[in-house]
């Protein structure tokens, strides 16, 4: 009894040292920026997928919701389906590389070439852009990263990094991300000019899980230097263990 | 003499017929000369405004440069070609530089096109000098009225820009309005935000670089283009002018076809109803022993006389309105801008020898070709018939 009593002492005793051994060692153990950023891309960056998206655009005149199908296949290629409104259902996108088509079907029926500066428009009045709209690149590629501290997003504790472009074509100079010290997800962005003037956010509220990576499954995006309410983005369904046909990703396939 | 003398008096014989004849013919030899004028005022205009504020002497383009497609802006700009340089450096010519962009007037975005353009330069009547003017840290930008309008932007107010530098990276400054310019070529004006030349230079990180090349007017020695730099002269820089005048004339054209045919139908009627009524008289002068052509060169000349009096009777109240218009001009509606060339607030109309001489040939063959038809009809006439009161 006395040996038991002993033990439960030494046990009541070393564990809050142990529990703020564990906790100092969590800070000193702090991920690299590269590491975190390596997380997040592991989340992100797609191979490929299909799934079904709607954006919620909050306009002057009220909201207008966009549903559509897509296909990605690595960081360049992209084909989407809009599924509605009546008025846009039927009408296709394709991205390879740094090029994009749209198609509109019938009576129309014609095929649009978007490229260079018409990509960088926002996309059906969102406060997206076709660029952001695509964009599947993953971030340790394009950026340097210096984690400043953790800090609290949408309700989570976070890893506040900040992020300076390593490349000079991006589109983005410097972005600051909150990522999800869990799920390793940027629950809240920043998009910065060259002149540190802040140009679009981006909130992740609400994720979910699917095929062993956690994935946004609602996000807002705000472009900052217009008035408008932002544009939200919605994954309905995706699915990440398919194989795309190359056949999908040609610019046949918009007419198809 | 005789057949002149007679036709006259016929003419004044029939009273009011003649006179509502002459003045319908008279409205559309006026109103061909007022409209044309009108016409060709707004194309002197347009040139010159085109030539003051945009085309200058002519200009030399960056190879991918298309003022029509802004896609083409981000990869159209490139160092000058020594030649253009040295043109630069002695003031017989200035650089523009030429990119895409937005702005947000009151959190609204709305696509413009920054251009680049040198504050000391003197061959575009721009007030660019206003560039000049640094306070603080913030660029001055120049605007013109009518974009000023469309985004109820004032002299002192700063609004962000942003635009995407020669790498495709975004970048986001304010600037602000240091005048607002009263230009009335639309092409500089609408959607167009001008800054000083180094500013955006650097903001695009573009150091030396250009878009295009405005000539002085009075270069002489206009250097040849090379494979970067193409030359575009005047007639190229001002063929859409040339070409919507040339448009806005030929619509017109109905308009004085119309005139001219309600005119000209009067007369042919007239001429109808006369051999008809006077086929008598007719005969009586072919019994006499009048030739033919005679009777048919009394008959044309009165109704060619129509013309003669139509130039009167126009020139009497048409000289005091084509001269009222020509001092005071003919205020514009404020939708100007839409038209798509460079329009004053008032348009002077310009009456040239050309048009004068011009229109009042087309009148006079027209009426005189109206007036024969008829009276051709007379050649196939038997005096017997004709004193008998037949016409065929």
């Known amino acids: 009894m006395k040996k038991a009593i002993i033990i439960l002492g030494i046990l009541l005793i070393t564990t809050p040292a142990l529990t703020h051994q564990d906790s100092l060692t969590i800070v000193s153990r702090a991920p690299t920026g590269e590491d975190i950023l390596e997380r997040v891309d592991r989340n992100l960056v797609i191979d490929q997928a299909t799934g079904v998206s709607t954006m919620i655009i909050h306009g002057r005149r009220g909201s207008r919701s966009i549903t559509s199908r897509f296909w990605k296949k690595g960081d360049e290629n992209t084909f989407v389906e809009y599924l509605s409104p009546a008025r846009e259902k039927g009408k296709k996108m394709l991205k390879l590389g740094d090029k994009l088509w749209t198609y509109t079907p019938e009576p129309t029926d014609r095929i649009i070439t978007i490229a260079g500066h018409l990509l960088r428009q926002s996309m059906m009045g969102s406060d997206l852009s076709y660029e952001d709209m695509m964009e599947n690149e993953s971030l340790i590629d394009l950026y340097q990263a210096q984690v400043e501290g953790s800090q609290e997003a949408e309700g989570r504790t976070c890893w506040l990094v900040n992020l300076t472009a390593r490349v000079e074509d991006v589109a983005y100079h410097s972005r600051r991300i909150w990522v999800d010290m869990e799920r390793w997800l940027p629950l809240r962005e920043e998009r910065y000019a060259k002149s540190g003037k802040l140009l679009k956010t981006t909130r992740i509220t609400e994720v979910f899980r699917v095929d062993g990576r956690w994935y946004p499954k609602r996000m807002i995006f705000k472009d900052m230097l217009s008035k408008g309410e932002g544009t939200e983005y919605i994954i309905d369904d995706i699915d990440f263990d398919v194989e795309i046909p190359d056949h999908k990703l040609t610019k046949a396939a918009l007419r198809g | ?392």
Do not use: C
Request: aromatic letters at 8%; proline letters at 5%.
């Open chain 2, 1 to 392: 003499m005789l057949i002149a003398k007679l036709a006259f008096r016929n003419l004044m014989g029939a009273g009011i017929r003649t006179w509502l004849n002459v003045f319908v013919l008279s409205l559309a030899f006026v109103m061909i000369i007022w409209v044309q004028g009108f016409i060709q005022g707004m194309n002197k205009y347009a040139m010159q405004a085109t030539i003051d504020y945009e085309a200058g002497g002519g200009q030399f383009w960056h190879k991918d440069y298309d003022p029509y497609d802004p896609l083409t802006f981000e990869d159209s700009h490139a160092p000058l070609s020594p030649a253009l340089a040295e043109l630069i450096s002695r003031g017989a010519a200035t650089p523009i530089l030429v990119t895409s962009g937005a702005i947000f007037p009151e959190g609204r975005i709305q696509s413009v096109v920054l251009r680049g353009i040198d504050p000391e330069q003197q061959i575009l009547q721009l007030p660019s000098a206003y560039l000049s003017k640094e306070d603080d840290d913030v660029t001055p930008a120049l605007i013109g009225a009518q974009m000023a309008k469309q985004t109820k932007l004032r002299v002192g107010d700063e609004v962000t820009i942003r635009w995407r530098d020669v790498h495709g990276t975004f970048d986001a400054n304010d600037v602000r309005i240091v005048q607002i310019m009263n230009v009335s070529a639309p092409s500089v004006d609408v959607g167009q935000i001008w800054l000083p030349l180094e500013g955006l230079r650097e903001m695009l990180r573009t150091p030396q670089e250009a878009s295009l090349v405005v000539l002085a007017e009075d270069v002489s020695d206009v250097p040849s283009g090379n494979h970067t730099w193409v030359h575009r002269d005047l007639n190229f820089l001002l063929k859409e002018i040339t070409e919507l005048v040339r448009m806005k004339s030929g619509s017109s054209n109905i308009l004085y076809g119309l005139l001219l045919f309600m005119g000209l139908l009067a007369i042919f009627d007239t001429q109808v109803l006369a051999i008809w009524r006077r086929r008598k008289e007719i005969g009586t002068f072919m019994a006499l022993g009048m030739e033919r052509v005679k009777v048919i060169g009394l008959f044309t000349l009165e109704g060619a006389m129509h013309g003669f009096l139509a130039l009167v009777v126009g020139a009497i109240y048409g000289i005091p309105v084509l001269a009222l218009t020509f001092a005071k001009g003919l205020p514009m509606p404020a939708m100007q801008a839409d038209f798509g060339i460079a329009l004053p607030q008032s348009l002077y109309p310009s009456y040239g020898l050309r048009l004068l001489v011009g229109t009042t040939l087309l009148v006079l063959i027209a009426v005189t070709i109206v007036s024969f038809l008829p009276a051709s009809k007379i050649a196939r006439l038997k005096p017997t018939d004709a004193l008998r009161g037949k016409t065929s």
